[in-house]
């Protein structure tokens, strides 16, 4: 996918207030006087009038203000005005107040806030390389405490708060490394979070998780280990579900009382290409400990799409111990209540609740705390697939679909036709006395949609004596060989007119 710019549409950082006070293109640093102060105030509250009162108190915050005071909040007013390149403009004045204008992007804290929501948005869309990369820019406009210049009770709320945004900036850019596959980078950050802030369980949860992606389970029990102990000895508790659970997958454990079910069907023997495909898939089944990755593979009838799902179900099955469920689509209407109900039963719950909505929160209930796969195959919308997806992490979602998926926080894989390549090595694998005629033919005729590749092998395996010439015309017709059963006529196939 697309990587998302890091470019937040506004204008040139021009004020800087996460850490020391700076202002200009090449930045300048005010230090620790009195019209810093006084700027830093205005610009806790840029845009908006700002009393004298407030900035009295801002600038002399430590001692008793002089009898002065307002005359000299005026001089320090137009010592700015003098020290900005367009300060005249930029510092309004009006009986009693003062206010800096600032336009958008222009505020280190509006940048941050903006890369941080455009971060949220690329996550969203599926993108974590966006999300890294404006994550990484929001986290380097930082260089200390913000609104340094300030006492501590008029910055408080606005700092804590900000305080509280980059850690979840910090968190998110650790989930998303982790989907990138960059654990290394993923683990050294989540370290650097549980050493500042040990009592944060969750932390602790996602770094046990992402050791044990990158097969590094000892490490991961280890942690697991001072978590555990930090916990008992700060707070006197036992760790919470998440951390549990954590240590459950690290030990290879399920959850207690729960068994496991595989229902996958037959993988086909005769697979072929889609490594791309198949490499994103299993790549994905490894990451984001804290949300459930939803992969929708979509493309024309006959394409492969169910192929796909079900080969690369059965190559991350071991990831998933707690079961790996199969559901059709193609004849449960939106929101079957009798299908939650039959999954309910596959689970081994026995007291189903009778309604729709009480369903699919027990269904919900009943996958928190497992790893499952669930291949949701030839959904036709959105209403199909929402009431079916787990609420919490560890579980993973493959879903087949001809037409896109109006869905929140999905991968989605279009498949193309194979390659003339892939298509002869497909017909090979079922025909290998074939002549280099008759697989040319054949796929020229099917175009790369593997389903009339094999209505090619039927019809030559029907008829093998045929020249290349007579296969031909038989593709073009859409006869069945003579000794064969009659079935749906190969021009039935609906093949794309792309190559």
């Known amino acids: ?68 005071a307002v005359s000299n909040v005026k001089t ?27 336009r958008a992007g222009e505020l280190d804290v509006d940048r941050f806030r903006e890369h941080v929501r455009h ?68 683990v050294a950050l989540l370290r650097e979070l549980t050493a500042a802030d040990p009592l944060r369980e969750g932390l602790w949860a996602r770094l046990v998780r992402v050791l044990l992606h990158e ?28 951390l549990v659970e954590a240590h459950r997958q690290a030990l290879g454990e399920r959850a207690p009382g729960r068994a496991a079910r595989c229902d996958l069907p037959r993988a086909v023997p005769d697979f072929t290409g889609r490594a791309g495909e198949v490499a994103r898939v299993a790549h994905l089944s490894l990451t984001s400990p804290t949300c459930v990755p939803v992969v929708v593979v979509d493309g024309a009838a006959g394409i492969g799409k169910t192929a796909l799902a079900v080969h690369v179900a059965h190559r991350i099955a071991d990831r998933f111990p707690d079961g790996q469920l199969h559901v059709d689509l193609r004849r449960e209407p939106p929101g079957s209540a009798d299908l939650l109900a039959r999954l309910l039963h596959r689970l081994g719950v026995q007291d189903v609740p009778a309604g729709p909505e009480d369903r699919a929160a027990a269904w919900r209930a009943e996958l928190a705390g497992r790893r499952v796969l669930l291949v949701l195959d030839s959904a036709t919308s959105a209403e199909q697939v929402i009431p079916l997806l787990p609420g919490s992490p560890g579980c ?37 006395e074939a002549s280099a005629d008759v697989v040319r033919e054949a796929t020229r005729f099917a175009r790369g949609v593997p389903a009339a590749i094999r209505k090619a092998l039927a019809l030559f395996r029907g008829s093998p004596q045929w020249t290349a010439r007579r296969f031909a015309d038989g593709l073009a017709d859409g006869r069945e060989a003579p000794d ?14 792309t190559a």
């Open 396 to 432: 993973m979602v493959l879903v087949t679909a001809e037409s896109r998926l109006r869905l929140d926080a999905v991968e989605t894989i279009g498949l193309e036709p194979l390659s003339t390549a892939e298509s002869a090595t497909l017909f090979r694998m079922g025909a290998p």
């Open 215 to 242: 097969g590094r389970r000892g490490e991961a029990l280890a942690v697991y280990e001072q978590a555990r102990t930090v916990i008992a000895e700060e707070l006197g508790v036992d760790p919470g579900r998440d």
């Open 484 to 497: 064969e059963p009659r079935r749906t006529p190969l021009a039935a196939v609906q093949v794309p007119r």
């Open 119 to 186: 971060a949220r948005r690329a996550m969203s869309d599926g993108d974590p390389a966006g999300a890294v990369d404006h994550l990484t820019a929001a986290l380097a406009l930082w260089r200390g405490r913000p609104f340094a210049e300030l006492p501590g009770a008029m910055a408080a709320p606005v700092v804590a708060e900000l305080d509280e945004l980059r850690w979840d900036a910090r968190e998110a850019l650790a989930d998303a490394l982790t989907a990138l596959g960059r654990l290394r980078e993923a």
């Open 76 to 102: 320090y007013v137009w010592q700015i005005r003098k020290s900005l390149c367009d300060g005249a403009t930029r510092v309004e004045g009006r009986p009693g107040a003062y206010r800096v204008r600032v």
């Open 1 to 68: 996918m697309q990587t998302t710019s890091t470019d937040t549409g506004g204008g040139e950082v021009l004020f800087r207030v996460l850490g020391p006070l700076e202002t200009g293109a090449a930045p300048r640093r005010w230090g620790a006087r009195k019209p810093a102060a006084l700027l830093a105030a205005l610009l806790l509250d840029a845009g908006e009038w700002v009393s004298c009162d407030r900035l009295v108190d801002a600038v002399w915050s430590d001692q008793e203000p002089p009898a002065s």
